[in-house]
């Protein structure tokens, strides 16, 4: 007959509840570490580099349209671009089209019709610099970069 003392003194096979209840949250907190030191930052960097390829198709597709035309970039917006199909439909829609829910706008400066003005919109502080960091023509205020090209 089996005594007492060697009925508690088996040996424990496996984990207990409590010890993988322990261990699951301690993965998911460096799993949140993790996230905030190494992958937010790459896609802050994605983001801005997406916006910049689309900046310079909008330059590109404004620099097309106004190729002889008399009265520079009058007339001119983002809208009209597209639908003239100088540019990407995602951009014409007006609404959120920017990698973080901003617009982009594209038309004459308010002192000349033969410089373009192009703008981004609602932009976080450090991708507002980095995207005019990117081009010498871009400025940023606040959350807003806007790039001046004079038609050459």
């Given amino acids: 007959m089996k005594t007492m003392k060697t009925m508690n003194t088996r040996k424990q ?8 209840g322990i261990s699951l ?12 030191t190494v992958i937010t930052p ?17 330059i590109a ?3 097309d349209w106004v190729v002889g035309r008399e009265d520079g970039f009058d007339g001119m917006t983002v809208t009209v ?3 003239d199909n100088y ?4 951009f014409a829609t007006g609404v959120g089209e920017t990698p973080w829910g901003g617009n982009y706008t594209a038309g ?15 932009l976080p502080a450090e991708a507002c610099n980095r995207l005019a960091d990117k ?9 807003t970069v806007t790039y001046t090209i004079p038609v050459t």
């Fill in 87 to 90: 540019i990407a439909d995602s």
């Fill in 135 to 143: 081009s010498p023509q871009a400025v940023c205020a606040g959350t």
């Fill in 13 to 20: 096979k496996g984990f207990t509840l409590m010890e993988i």
């Fill in 108 to 122: 004459p400066a308010a002192a000349d019709d033969f410089i373009l003005e192009v703008t981004v919109t609602a």
């Fill in 42 to 58: 790459f896609m802050g960097k994605q983001r801005v580099n997406e916006t910049s390829t689309e900046v310079t198709s909008i």
């Fill in 61 to 63: 597709g404004s620099m």
């Fill in 25 to 36: 949250i301690a993965i998911m907190v460096l799993t949140g570490l993790l996230f905030e």
């Fill in 81 to 83: 671009l597209s639908d």
